[in-house]
C-alpha cells in the first residue's frame, strides 16, 4: 500500500486548498479512504471519511460545512476540497486507508496564517 498526498501550503484565512491522495498497491475503489490531520502538540485526528464507492461520507464537527471529501476511482486518487481556511486547521494532513493493517501517507503541511 502506497499513499501520497500532495497540495498543501500556506494560506490566509479565509482561502482554500485542495488536498490530493494518490493511492497504489490495492483496490482503491473496495476500500474506504480518510484524511486525517495532526497540529503540532495535539493528537491526529480524523476530519473525513469516504466510502468506497464515494456515496457516504462523514466530517469532523469542525470542518463540516467547509471541507469536502471526493474521490475518483478509475484514477485511485481521494481529495479534500478545503475551503474558508482558519488558523486552527493549520496541520499535517494524513490520507488514511485499512487494508489489513493502517497505513497512512507521508503527510502534507497545511499553514494558514495571516
Known amino acids: 500500500v502506497q499513499l501520497v498526498e500532495s497540495g498543501g501550503g500556506s494560506v490566509q484565512p479565509g482561502g482554500s486548498l485542495k488536498l490530493s491522495c494518490s493511492a497504489s498497491?490495492?483496490?482503491?475503489?473496495?476500500?474506504?479512504m480518510s484524511w486525517y490531520r495532526q497540529a503540532p502538540g495535539k493528537e491526529r485526528e480524523r476530519v473525513a471519511w469516504?466510502?468506497?464507492?464515494?456515496?457516504?461520507?462523514n466530517y469532523a464537527d469542525s470542518v463540516k460545512g467547509r471541507f469536502t471529501i471526493s474521490r475518483v476511482n478509475v484514477n485511485n486518487t481521494v481529495y479534500l476540497q478545503m475551503n474558508s481556511l482558519k488558523p486552527e486547521d493549520t496541520a499535517v494532513y494524513y490520507c488514511?486507508?485499512?487494508?489489513?493493517?493502517?497505513?497512512w501517507g507521508q503527510g502534507t503541511q497545511v499553514t494558514v496564517s495571516s
Open positions: 488514511y486507508v485499512h487494508v489489513r493493517v493502517n497505513s
Open positions: 498497491g490495492f483496490t482503491f475503489s473496495n476500500y474506504a
Open positions: 469516504i466510502s468506497s464507492g464515494g456515496s457516504s461520507t
